[in-house]
């Protein structure tokens, strides 16, 4: 049977969950194929350490040049990760006309347009399903399932690490410290966990699902982020009690208005219970997107980890060595094109629902104050919960509001900010329904 040769850079946990698929699998794939997938090459900076399976040690080497260069390798997957080095061999490769699978998601958002234009450029594959959602085939289905849709939504549960703290926190009555801490010792967190907590993880895989979605590479300093070192365990009481759950989501939205202008954003939000984006739990991920004739489509299971990336890495392994078999490079195009441009909508023009913690004197007329500010900004109020208990002389007071524009919420909350009365900074956390 005819084969094709593989070459693969980074040899890391989920490289080697690669090595072990193609191994397990592979009589699988070549049945299914027409060829075999064969690994000829694999580079890393420590070919020393075991990674738990069996590879010849004439293939593995320190230089990825090798890998690339080599004639016998026809298809280069790339999960070293970072935005330097990688950039560089994802290039070197597709100026030589070889396939790219790969999983970095923070070069694509921050480099997508490089190198995406790139292999369009070289009428060359590139493929990033295991970019966003792990083993989620979100990507896919963005690229092809729903191209005949106009993607209305898409609101997404993205990072496994967060959603597995909250989710903690919620169930177990846990401080945020507590958990993290925890999740770093069970391996769910790194030792520097600020690009999982502060929002820049979902950010980067928001910013390739807002492109894929409106055919452009969108810029990701134009993506507003914020991420869930600001939640405590009272606002996650609170919220239950108010109906709802508190999820760190990537929130993408067409604004069907004069604008047709795209919202992007990273925040934590309270869910209703009956949400089925509320239910997920743990360190799974889950996307809910909404096409115009697909109606809600849901995408769910695990965000990362070994196995599920590794699926996800040799699914699109699948998918080059076909279009080298049918000689269709560039079948399916990296970022699908719509013939309009898109603006992006500044996050001052966002409009949706609060939820305001506010510890405020406990004194007459304190709350009328507060509220004549809101009210002065157009900011109406749906609902107020006052529970028993003070913090010295101050109680804690939860506002949800109806619909109202952050500007509007931003200029009340700095007015509310300099009262006298106010023994703390307000909470703020948007509501998504």
Do not use: W
Request: hydrophobic share 45%; with cysteine; proline share 4%.
């Amino acid at each position: 049977m005819k084969e094709i040769g593989i070459g693969l850079l980074g040899f890391g946990t989920v490289g080697a969950g690669v090595v072990r698929g193609l191994q397990e699998n592979g009589d699988v794939l070549a049945a299914r194929l027409g060829v075999k997938p064969v690994l000829r090459g694999i580079a890393d900076i420590d070919i020393k350490t075991d990674r738990g399976v069996s590879i010849d040690p004439a293939i593995l080497t320190t230089d990825a040049g090798l890998v690339i260069d080599n004639p016998n390798i026809q298809i280069v997957i790339e999960l070293i990760g970072g935005t330097s080095v990688a950039k560089d061999f994802i290039v070197r490769a597709l100026e030589r006309g070889k396939p790219v699978v790969t999983a970095n998601k923070a070069l694509l958002a921050g480099h997508g347009e490089r190198i995406f234009g790139l292999a369009c450029e070289k009428n060359v594959d590139i493929y990033f399903g295991a970019s966003v959602g792990g083993g989620i085939p979100i990507v896919r289905a963005l690229r092809e399932g729903l191209i005949g849709n106009r993607i209305k939504s898409i609101i997404g549960i993205l990072n496994g690490t967060c959603n597995y703290i909250l989710t903690r926190m919620e169930q177990e009555h846990l401080h945020f410290e507590d958990v993290l801490q925890a999740a770093q010792a069970e391996g769910y967190a790194e030792a520097d966990p600020s690009l999982d907590i502060d929002g820049l993880d979902t950010a980067h895989k928001a910013t390739i699902l807002a492109s894929l979605a409106y055919g452009t590479m969108l810029p990701l300093d134009s993506v507003y982020v914020e991420g869930i070192r600001g939640i405590s365990d009272a606002d996650i009481e609170y919220a239950h009690d108010c109906g709802y759950r508190i999820k760190l989501l990537a929130v993408i939205k067409y604004r069907d208005d004069k604008s047709r202008s795209i919202d992007v954003r990273v925040h934590p939000a309270l869910v209703p219970l009956h949400h089925v984006l509320a239910s997920v739990s743990g360190a799974y991920n889950a996307v809910m997107v909404r096409g115009d004739l697909s109606g809600d489509t849901l995408y769910y299971g695990r965000g990362a980890g070994r196995e599920p990336t590794a699926r996800a890495v040799i699914g699109d392994v699948a998918d080059v060595v076909r279009n080298l078999v049918g000689n269709s490079p560039c079948r399916v195009p990296p970022i699908p094109a719509f013939g309009s441009k898109v603006s992006l909508c500044s996050m001052e023009d966002v409009e949706t629902r609060y939820y305001l913690r506010l510890l405020l004197h406990d004194s007459p007329g304190v709350f009328a104050r507060i509220a004549s500010v809101l009210g002065a900004h157009g900011i109406s109020i749906a609902s107020i919960l006052q529970k028993e208990g003070r913090v010295g002389e101050y109680v804690p007071i939860v506002i949800v509001t109806h619909n109202a524009f952050e500007r509007d919420l931003n200029a009340a909350l700095a007015e509310i900010g300099s009262m006298n009365v106010v023994g703390a900074e307000t909470v703020r956390i948007r509501i998504q329904e």
